[in-house]
């Protein structure tokens, strides 16, 4: 079966930096999407990896390596409106998304 | 700007009732979409549409319908409730597949009693 696995939950400090992974198993790779999603509100794309290697923009990164089915989400200069659910969905070889649960960011003071 | 917009915002049915959502795009795409999200899964597919007139199941099709009568709306019915259908719901559209971001609504939250 496709699975997508990324951490339940993760807690970090305004100012840190924090990496959100993200492993996959699916039937074929047509590429990976990072969103945010903040509480009772829809997802927001962030970022984009069909290639290996690092995408940056702005303070979030996002890194793909696609023989060890991983992939990261990195967010820097964390702010407290960051605080947010990170969700990772890879496209398969049919170009239908499988999505993770999604990862929950909470930011301290 | 209006993007993708999704009425209503909340609803509460009994089990055995009928109800539609309305999703309207304004932004000439082809692609749409109906979501699920429920606490602890991933967004699951229920059905989408690759333009005017087409629709196809996806993950969860069961106990639900859609129409694309016009490029720019996508309806998902639900004709008898369950409480299993109790979720919130949100649509999405994207210019093509490959690559594309999807664009979503700003969801329904359904409660089915």
């Known amino acids: 079966g496709q699975n997508i696995d990324q951490p339940t939950e993760m807690t970090a400090t305004e100012g840190a930096i924090v990496q959100i992974n993200c492993t996959y198993q699916?039937?074929?790779?047509?590429?990976l999407f990072w969103y945010q999603q903040h509480a009772g509100e829809a997802p927001t794309f962030l970022s984009y990896?069909?290639l290996d290697g690092l995408e940056e923009k702005g303070r979030f990164s996002s890194f793909l390596s696609r023989s060890k089915g991983y992939s990261y989400l990195l967010l820097k200069e964390l702010q407290m409106k960051d605080s947010a659910s990170y969700l990772c969905?890879?496209?398969?070889?049919?170009?239908?998304?499988?999505w993770g649960a999604g990862t929950k960011l909470i930011i301290k003071p | 700007n209006a993007g993708v917009t999704q009425t209503p915002k909340f609803r509460v049915l009994k089990t055995g009732q009928s109800m539609t959502l309305l999703c309207a795009q304004d932004?000439?795409?082809?692609?749409m979409y109906w979501y699920r999200q429920d606490p602890g899964m991933g967004l699951r597919l229920i059905h989408y549409?690759?333009?005017?007139?087409?629709?196809a199941k996806g993950e969860v099709p069961d106990g639900y319908n859609v129409s694309r009568l016009k490029k720019q709306n996508f309806l998902l019915g639900l004709e008898s409730a369950a409480p299993s259908q109790t979720s919130v719901y949100f649509c999405?559209?994207?210019?093509?597949?490959?690559?594309?971001?999807?664009?979503f609504g700003s969801g329904t939250q359904l409660s089915v009693l």
């Open positions: 932004m000439n795409h082809e692609y």
């Open positions: 699916t039937s074929g790779f047509n590429g």
């Open positions: 999405a559209s994207s210019p093509g597949r490959e690559g594309e971001k999807l664009f």
């Open positions: 990896n069909v």
């Open positions: 969905a890879v496209m398969d070889s049919n170009y239908q998304l499988i």
């Open positions: 549409s690759v333009g005017e007139g087409t629709t």
